[in-house]
């Protein structure tokens, strides 16, 4: 086979890993797998070309870049599971499904995303990854991996929790302050506390979506960080 042609086998199928396990695309767009296989043949036209491999071979080597594009694809969607995980304890705090928050908070922030172009760092991110490991080169890879310790994914764990308590933590705290006045009031003569235990809800819903709307329009550099890409 040749050495382009084996260069775009095996780049598309690393490429397609990374993207298929991308959580936040996933929810976002239904038809994510085609997507991302789609774009994966679009950009493994761009690697630099690697040596010819027969075809025995060929298939054993794919096989190892799928599964180092599952490694880096998990690696880089953990901001994602970490933005999904503070939609679910909001919408436990809103008494909301989650599924509808979610969904709309993923699309706001792949929104902000690819507005604030980050899109084009995480291009060239996946593209940069064949400089450091090479393809069909699974010793250098382990070599690499070795040399770099499980310091970074330490690092990188403790990145998406510290992420995910900062996205909650505005809807958490206005659900607080809304409980703890209306139980502060509801303590008075019987028909104010009938009259407020209704409220509850309500201003617990209100002020979470008002927190999370304040946070959006504060931080949306950091909302937009939960796609992976810090920007630039």
Avoid: N
């Avoid at 397609?16 to 996933?26: D, E, G, P, S």
């Avoid at 996205?167 to 607080?176: F, I, N, R, S």
């Avoid at 709307?213 to 630039?232: F, K, L, N, Q």
């Amino acid at each position: 086979m040749s050495a382009a042609l084996t260069t775009w086998v095996l780049a598309t199928a690393r490429l397609t890993a990374i993207l298929w396990v991308q959580v936040l695309w996933r929810r976002a767009v239904p038809a994510w797998s085609l997507l991302a296989l789609g774009l994966s043949m679009t950009l493994a036209t761009l690697v630099p070309v690697a040596e010819p491999e027969p075809l025995g071979e060929l298939v054993v080597l794919g096989a190892f870049e799928v599964l180092l594009g599952l490694v880096i694809g998990l690696l880089v969607t953990l901001p994602g599971h970490a933005l999904l995980g503070a939609m679910g304890a909001s919408a436990l705090v809103l008494r909301t499904p989650v599924k509808p928050l979610a969904r709309l908070c993923v699309s706001l922030t792949l929104a902000s995303a690819l507005g604030l172009g980050l899109h084009r760092p995480l291009l060239g991110t996946l593209l940069e990854t064949f400089v450091v490991l090479p393809l069909a080169e699974p010793t250098q890879w382990i070599e690499h991996w070795v040399a770099s310790g499980a310091g970074p994914l330490v690092r990188a764990a403790h990145a998406m929790l510290v992420l995910a308590l900062a996205l909650a933590t505005p809807v958490l705290l206005m659900a607080a302050v809304a409980d703890l006045a209306t139980r502060s009031i509801g303590r008075g003569p019987g028909p104010v506390a009938a009259v407020v235990a209704p409220l509850e809800v309500w201003l617990r819903a209100a002020g979470g979506i008002v927190a999370l709307g304040a946070s959006w329009a504060a931080y949306s550099h950091v909302w937009a960080e939960s796609v992976g890409i810090v920007p630039p």
